[in-house]
């Protein structure tokens, strides 16, 4: 028995072939095709071109060149595209570990490369491979907040998927015409296998690339092609119904058992709902947000006004029932907030509520990612945005940001600053 990886009769599985590794490979075509799109919106909504503190890419270059303002409606929007983006990458995790096998004796081929076209189509497997490794590697970890990588995840998540993605673009363009090619010809799994390298089936030609995974000396069968597609197809059913239910409310939410999360929320009552950073993690002191201590200041066109929250309370309060929702996937249904309109904190200081600008804020917490952030203008316009000092009826709870928090409809969790201490309004 051959003993290289570089012989053909090496890899014996009946299972490798045209067929298999086409199907996998347009399932993967069109998932990872969502994942990039969503993903993109995911970095557009922290409006990283609004301000350097909501931008973790500064050398991005033109690759930020698609970036927009993010808008505010519908106030689901973020809790959708990063639910996707979360859901379906742990789901496609079976798909391209099974395409990664259907095609790993090409890794071995001799020699390396028969020609200039044939060598760019091995260069781009390799940036292919790496790249999805890295990238589903880097957001798995992510979304269970272990950041064993160096670095920020931002960074790395972010170039790495360029990276990936011109790689996929160009094995896309070489290979996806091969692949229909292929499901076309052998629509049914049960239909004949290619014959060995060395020949097309039944014309004497010389033998097409994808018949290079066709073993010439396959092992007995113990399952067909479609009953192991079936088999991928369930881990990755498995993995969904496992991951989604972090975007839900109720016995949904007990479903999600490989999600970020997915255990019991943080007790009960109105602040029973998740969160990720509390204020003890974050070095926020029952003494500094007492109410005798606590001060919002209010700053834009050279004035500054102190708030204490009983003068924040005597202020015109409003309702707005909005969810939250984190990059790592989940969210929460809509909570009922109620505070003081952001654009109303911009009028104490001399700006119209129709032309409120920009804002910074700034919270209370010691470290950690986004301790400062940047709104945008139509943020703080819309009559949803709150400096929100209460929850479901209650005060906030120290954990969901006593004495006041941020929220914003459709904006990222990580900018809806809890603990807030200072808001700058004006040309950031």
């Known amino acids: 028995m051959p003993r290289s990886p570089s012989s053909p009769a090496f890899w014996r599985s009946p299972l490798r072939g045209p067929w298999f590794t086409s199907v996998l490979g347009v399932v993967l075509l069109v998932g990872i095709t969502v994942l990039f799109v969503t993903g993109l919106l995911s970095y557009a909504a922290y409006n990283p071109n609004l301000s350097p503190v909501n931008d973790k890419t500064p050398d991005k270059g033109i690759l930020g060149f698609y970036l927009f303002s993010w808008p505010t409606g519908p106030v689901w929007l973020y809790r959708l595209t990063q639910g996707v983006h979360v859901t379906l990458g742990i789901a496609l995790i079976p798909v391209l570990l099974a395409k990664l096998w259907s095609v790993v004796p090409r890794l071995f081929a ?31 970890l992510n979304i269970q907040l272990d950041y064993v990588f160096p670095g920020s995840f931002y960074t790395l998540h972010f170039y790495g998927a360029w990276v990936f993605i011109a790689a996929f673009v160009a094995h896309a363009v070489l290979r996806v015409p091969t692949a229909l090619r292929n499901l076309r010809r052998m629509r049914t799994p049960g239909g004949p296998l290619p014959e060995p390298p060395g020949s097309s089936p039944g014309s004497g030609e010389p033998a097409r690339p994808e018949d290079e995974l066709v073993s010439p000396d396959p092992l007995p069968p113990t399952v067909s092609r479609r009953g192991a597609l079936g088999f991928v197809g369930g881990g990755a059913l498995l993995l969904t119904a496992t991951t989604a239910g972090h975007g839900f409310d109720g016995p949904l939410r007990d479903t999600a058992l490989l999600a970020p999360h997915g255990g019991a929320e943080p007790g009960s009552g109105p602040g029973g709902f998740q969160i990720n950073k509390t204020a003890a993690s974050r070095g926020v002191t029952a003494a500094e947000t007492s109410e005798e201590a606590w001060r919002l200041v209010v700053t834009g066109k050279g004035r500054t006004v102190r708030l204490s929250r009983a003068d924040l309370r005597r202020l015109p309060l409003h309702s707005a029932a909005l969810p939250i929702a984190c990059v790592e996937g989940w969210s929460t249904s809509d909570q009922w907030w109620r505070g003081v309109r952001l654009r109303d904190l911009a009028a104490l200081v001399g700006y119209e509520a129709d032309a409120a600008p920009d804002v910074l804020v700034e919270s209370l917490q010691r470290h950690g990612a986004f301790r400062v952030a940047a709104l945008r203008d139509n943020q703080v316009r819309d009559p949803l945005s709150l400096l929100a000092l209460f929850v479901n009826g209650e005060d906030l709870t120290p954990d969901h940001g006593y004495p006041a928090r941020v929220i914003v409809p459709a904006a990222p969790g990580v900018l809806n600053t809890k603990w807030v201490a200072r808001m700058t309004f004006g040309d950031l």
């Open 110 to 140: 001799l020699p390396p490369a028969r020609s200039l076209a044939h060598a760019l189509e091995r260069l781009s497997l390799l940036l292919l491979v790496g790249g999805a490794l890295f990238e589903f590697t880097t957001g798995v």
